[in-house]
């Protein structure tokens, strides 16, 4: 079955534009996650949602980030205001619910990079 | 806050040398455990996980074994190939049914076997 997709692959924005980073999680995921992952770094945590909702917004860096979920299934990331230390590939990830032993399954990411 | 601790790489090693990658954790309650594995051009994929002390996670000739007294999780493979150089990622989860259940990630560990 078809996994976790996310748009653009790459993106490429001047210094203070917007940008949207879309995923697309596995079909009946419930739990979505974001990741952000500089260059040999390992990924780290941003926001999850179970469902619409934001279970845990406490990696997000400041106000200049926020995800949302309208309907559950869908994720756009959005930056506002990008700076060159946003550069980073970020992940997203879907599993079936919200639970430590569940698996993540991570999509290929998108590679932002603010000049 | 909880964090992964995982050895610098890069690891080189010959084909069908035995491998060993460590990684200790600091975390509140039980979490569970995962080393992801990303190959060349891939995304990541989980290779095994251990949601409890004393379980040993398992998968395609990999080996970790939960140690609580220790805080550890090393990652172990007895006679490696090339086909297994890639970064690998030790990761924790501290779900407790409510609270945060991003993942926390070490920085990775790069992987080289040579034929």
């Known amino acids: 079955g078809a996994g976790v997709s996310q748009t653009p692959s790459n993106k490429v924005t001047e210094k203070g534009k917007y940008v949207e980073l879309r995923c697309d999680p596995i079909?009946?995921?419930?739990?979505l996650y974001w990741y952000r992952q500089s260059l040999g770094q390992g990924p780290e945590f941003l926001i999850y949602?179970?469902?619409?909702?934001?279970?845990?917004d406490s990696g997000l860096p400041n106000d200049r980030f926020f995800a949302v979920r309208p309907e559950g299934s869908v994720s756009t990331l959005k930056i506002q205001r990008t700076e060159r230390g946003d550069s980073a590939v970020y992940l997203c990830?879907?599993?079936?619910?919200?639970?430590?032993?569940?698996?993540?399954?991570f999509g290929p990411g998108t590679r932002l990079t603010v000049t | 806050g909880d964090s992964v601790t995982q050895m610098e790489g890069p690891v080189t090693l010959s084909e069908e040398a035995f491998l060993t990658i460590n990684c200790t954790y600091t975390?509140?309650?039980?979490?569970?455990l995962f080393w992801y594995v990303q190959y060349p051009g891939e995304g990541l994929q989980l290779l095994l996980k251990?949601?409890?002390?004393?379980d040993k996670g398992s998968n395609k000739g990999f080996e970790a074994t939960y140690r609580k007294e220790t805080t550890s999780f090393h990652l172990e493979k007895g006679s490696v190939q090339v086909s297994d150089s890639a970064v690998y990622f030790c990761?924790?989860?501290?779900?407790?049914?409510?609270?945060?259940?991003?993942?926390?990630f070490g920085k990775g560990t790069h992987l080289i076997i040579q034929p």
């Open positions: 990830a879907s599993s079936l619910t919200a639970g430590g032993s569940y698996e993540q399954y």
């Open positions: 079909s009946g995921h419930t739990a």
């Open positions: 949602f179970q469902g619409t909702g934001a279970a845990d």
């Open positions: 975390a509140t309650g039980y979490p569970s």
């Open positions: 251990a949601t409890k002390a004393d």
């Open positions: 990761a924790l989860s501290s779900y407790s049914g409510g609270g945060a259940d991003g993942l926390t």
